[in-house]
């Protein structure tokens, strides 16, 4: 047996659900990227000696020409890129002074839209997720939500699995490896590493059972 270690590389990014109060109550802020044709939520990867928090405000400012702050952690996706693991931490935020927006060749439109209306929007299930996690924390509500059909599901990009299953969370008590805990807190931090450990378990359930 080859016990020499093999060094796995982590794909670190983060990004921002940027809210605001708007007549018709509250709206997300989503950005079209043309490379891919597809409605997302703006994120991108840490510069060299850059925080979490740091890479997701600069992320939102350079994607959407809004600045804005934090006000709480949103959660998190995981998923594979090119054989390589990838871990985006969201955060909400609200946005302080204007917006000016520039198109790019990575964003060329952003778009404000109803918090009912935007799960809608995204091509990615993992973005939806993240956001209905957060339309139910902020009490959004939801009775009018548009119905997430098979017909949607299949035309969209999944980065992991299908449909959205609501999980409820029973709490445990297990012992893992100090070097696993630090390596996670080193991700997400104090406050969030539990979330991360849990998403990265979740994502490989259904990896797995796309491989059977």
Known sequence: MNNEKIA????????????????QGKELLIIHRPKYDDW????????????WTQAAIREVWEETGCKAEITSFAGCIC?????????????????IGDCQFNATEEVD?????????????????????????????????LSELPEITEDKLKNAKLRFGGKMISKEKVLVSIFLDAD????????????AFQTVINQVLRN??????LEQ
């Open 40 to 51: 997302a939520l703006p994120k991108g990867k840490l510069e060299p000696g850059e925080s």
């Open 8 to 23: 796995v590389d982590v794909i670190q990014s983060a990004g921002g659900l940027l809210w605001r109060e708007a007549p």
């Open 204 to 209: 490989n359930i259904v990896h797995q059972k």
């Open 180 to 191: 696993i805990v630090a390596f996670f807190k080193t991700i997400a931090g104090e406050e």
């Open 79 to 95: 998923y594979s890129y090119k054989g390589i693991p990838k871990v985006v931490l969201f955060w909400n935020m609200k946005v």
């Open 109 to 141: 439109r952003v778009q404000w839209v109803k918090a009912e209306d935007v799960l809608n929007k995204f091509n990615y299930s993992s973005d939806r997720e993240v956001v209905l996690k957060n339309l139910q924390d902020h009490q959004v509500d």
